[in-house]
């Protein structure tokens, strides 16, 4: 006969053995909720992914942690997180495939941490993901594909960052996004598709950038190979002349210029539009041209023309299509007569009209298959009818893309009409000279990561067209004198990541026309006299990431129109102040992470009249003199002096403009001697983080909360101390003794 065990005791060993194997699945410093399924580990210090985590855990909260570096498979032991916080972790890097296992995941917070680049396959394996928070980085770079994974995303956020300039198609992949927020950047430059492929983009957030846009008055935007418009693209409260013409739209929003409300004439000639709505915002609107579209007076036009009679608008264009509309002015059709046909008829009179044209016309160039099948597939990912594919890729897109083919040459049999030419990618380690030949119209070509280690001269002879040429992640070591010969357009030039050792300063004296040259990531050791000879109208010099160490007193004499000089993280042991004096228009400076120790005093007075943005974060400063900052009065609006060893910093109080000052993570000295900051930092309205690293009873905390100031002459309240302030030399305020402070007792646990 068997021993009977009373069920009390059977439920009290069954939550006893439960409890144990939830002990054993939650990390001992983290609370854990088994019926929620949450694990939240909040400011415990941690510096990696706690592997104890029961894996059906859903919800993971890792904020406030030490965690500076996400490594491949991060995740892999929880592969049913859905929402997951890293927020104020410190980290730096997010290795590829750090997220890869996490495909049910929706919410991810990396907000304030201290990443600088978002690379390629960052992000791989979040194909739910829903929401991303990237604010208050360090991001200044995101390579080509970063977000090619996350088809689902509907907000991204990345406002409080330091990028300055965003590459054509830089979100692609974002099929679902909502809502995009770049608010409070340094951007000043955008590539004509940096917005490219966001069709289903509602809201888009630039404000608080160095855009500089809101006083203009008349914008010409024509000639670049913009393809989609998207609500609230343009919001310039004084803008009145708006040309857009000779683009490749094919889509523009009725809400594209909603803040845009004085516009008077529009220019949207030659674009691939069939079909506009009635636009909102833009009330004096009198004129709007359409020369040049394949305009379908169909039904679908009629709100259109209907808006524009009771408007006022005067519409220039003619209908290209159905047959019996073709060439008729915009102007004489009354609304009445846009009608619309089954939709059969209307595909069957197109593809009609598409043959006939093909028949009548000049042949047009072979397009090799897979080139056709490239296409192909955008086509059918964007929902464009596969019948109408061989005459939009000829007639309506002018995009072209060989993207990772494995070529090993160039190919050819591109549409003469090509202005977009991506050929990223492929394997061509040699370019000979005239390998564009015939493609006259390119506007911009993309052949990066092609293993390109050579160019021969006059490679892109015949491209009068080129504006921009993207050549980064190569393995180029040099550029000939004759290597741009025959572009003179050419006016961005991306030559990151490759080899060069020596500037390659030949090659840019058959570029009159250069603006922005992109250098990073190279081996640049030296800048010598003249490297920039030729390059009269560059405005923008990007240098981050080499291992320069000297620049020559005239380096960059012959640009005088540099506004923008990136140097950072190389090897500077001072400011190279000599050379920069005559950058007369120099508005940003980067120094960066450069083995600066001292800054002298008028370092930067060549440029007091024009700089507004000066870095010089992450130096390990330890000094920085009085006159340092001397002429940069009211037109500096930002300084970045974190990641210093500065025990004190220079007056600030000159510098009325500032908007954005950060001091964090310096080891000030709080004494007598800081008082003008304190004093500065009550004055202002800024936010300034600014803390104590001496002595030891104050460290950690913030120097606007700190009260031993009120015991330093010139502050507080007594009145003997107010006469003394008034007959006192400021030197007496570093003489002065600071009261000592008691050592807090230590509370017995």
């Known amino acids: 006969m068997g021993f009977a065990v009373p069920s009390d005791l059977v439920v009290l060993l069954l939550l006893i053995s439960t409890q144990a194997v939830h002990l054993r699945k939650c990390p001992r410093t983290c609370v854990c909720d088994d019926v929620k399924l949450t694990v939240a580990c909040v400011r415990k210090n941690l510096t990696r992914v706690p592997t104890a985590v029961s894996e059906i855990t859903v919800k993971l909260d890792l904020r406030g942690n030490n965690i500076q570096e996400l490594p491949t498979g991060a995740f892999r032991h929880i592969p049913y997180l859905t929402h997951l916080s890293l927020h104020r972790c410190a980290i730096q890097r997010v290795q590829e495939g750090a997220f890869r296992s996490l495909g049910r995941l929706v919410f991810l917070d990396l907000a304030n941490n201290n990443i600088e680049i978002l690379y390629q396959e960052s992000f791989d394996g979040l194909s739910s993901l829903k929401q991303l928070l990237l604010d208050h980085n360090r991001v200044e770079e995101i390579q080509p594909g970063a977000f090619s994974q996350l088809g689902f995303l509907n907000l991204l956020s990345l406002t409080h960052n330091q990028l300055v300039y965003l590459p054509n198609m830089a979100f692609q992949g974002l ?129 259109l023309r209907e808006w524009a009679l009771s408007g006022f608008v005067r519409l220039a264009g003619a209908c290209a299509r159905p047959p019996h509309f073709s060439g008729e002015n915009l102007e004489a ?14 595909l069957e009179a197109e593809l009609e009209e598409i043959n006939r044209a093909t028949l ?92 390109i280690h050579e160019l021969e001269g006059a490679t892109f002879s015949g491209m009068k067209a080129l504006v921009y040429l993207y050549l980064s992640e190569n393995d180029l070591s040099s550029l000939s004198a004759q290597t741009f010969r025959g572009a003179p357009e050419l006016t961005y030039l991306h030559l990151e990541k490759n080899k060069f050792a ?3 300063w030949e090659a840019f004296k058959l570029l009159p026309n250069l603006l922005s040259l992109h250098l990073e990531h190279n081996a640049i050791s030296r800048l010598e006299q003249g490297v920039l000879a030729g390059a009269k109208r560059l405005r923008e010099l990007y240098l981050t990431g080499n291992v320069i ?43 960066s992470k450069n083995p600066i120790r001292w800054v002298g005093p008028s370092a930067f007075l060549p440029l007091a009249g024009s700089l507004k943005h000066l870095y010089l974060n992450g130096l390990g400063l330890e000094k920085v003199r009085g006159w340092a900052l001397a002429g940069l009065g009211p037109g500096l609006q930002s ?18 403009g500032l908007k954005v000052v950060n001091l964090a993570e310096n080891p000030l000295l709080c004494d007598c001697a800081l008082l003008p900051l304190r004093k500065w930092i009550d004055t202002v309205n800024l936010t300034v983080s600014a803390t104590c690293g001496h002595p030891s009873e104050l460290r950690g905390q913030e120097v606007k909360d700190v009260k031993i100031f009120k015991s330093c002459p010139g502050e507080g309240s007594p009145p003997t101390k107010q006469k003394a302030s008034k007959t006192s030399k400021p030197k007496s305020t570093h003489q002065c003794t600071c009261p000592k402070i008691a050592p807090v007792k230590k509370i017995p646990s």
């Open 175 to 303: 099929q679902n996004i909502k809502w995009l927020r770049l608010s409070h950047n340094s951007l000043n430059n955008l590539a004509p598709e940096a917005f490219g492929s966001l069709l289903t983009l509602a809201r888009l957030s630039l404000d608080h950038n160095e855009l500089q846009l809101p006083q203009v008055t008349r914008l010409d935007l024509g000639h670049n190979p913009i393809t989609y418009l998207g609500e609230e693209t343009i919001s310039m409260p004084k803008l009145t002349h708006l040309f857009m013409d000779h683009m490749s739209l094919q889509d523009f929003s009725m809400a594209a210029l909603a803040f845009s409300p004085r516009l008077v004439h529009l220019d949207l000639s030659h674009n691939q539009l069939r079909v506009l709505q009635p636009l909102v915002g833009p009330a004096q609107l009198t004129r709007l041209n359409l020369t040049g579209n394949p305009i379908h007076c169909s039904c679908y036009l009629r709100p």
């Open 333 to 346: 059709l009354h609304p009445t007569e846009l009608r619309c046909q089954s939709q059969e008829a209307m």
């Open 360 to 451: 009548t016309t000049t042949p047009v160039p072979r397009i090799p298959s897979e080139h056709r099948r490239a296409y192909k597939l955008h086509t059918d990912r964007a929902g464009i009818k596969p019948n109408l594919l061989f005459h939009l890729h000829q007639g309506e897109t002018h995009h072209s893309s060989c993207e990772n083919r494995g070529h090993t040459k160039v190919p050819h049999g591109f549409s003469p009409d090509t202005r977009f030419l991506d050929l990223r990618d492929n394997h061509f380690h040699y370019i000979p000279s005239h390998s564009f030949r015939g493609l006259v119209q390119v506007v911009s070509l993309h052949i990066q990561r092609c293993k």
């Open 502 to 504: 020596r500037f390659p």
């Open 549 to 591: 160490n000297m620049v020559a007193p005239n380096a960059f004499d012959s640009a005088s129109a540099l506004d923008t000089l990136h140097m950072g993280s190389n090897q500077l042991k001072e400011v190279p102040a000599e050379a920069l004096g005559k950058l007369s228009h120099l508005a940003e400076l980067r120094l």
């Open 639 to 656: 300084l970045f002096l974190e990641e210093n060893q500065l025990e004190e910093v220079p007056l600030l109080s000159p510098l009325t």
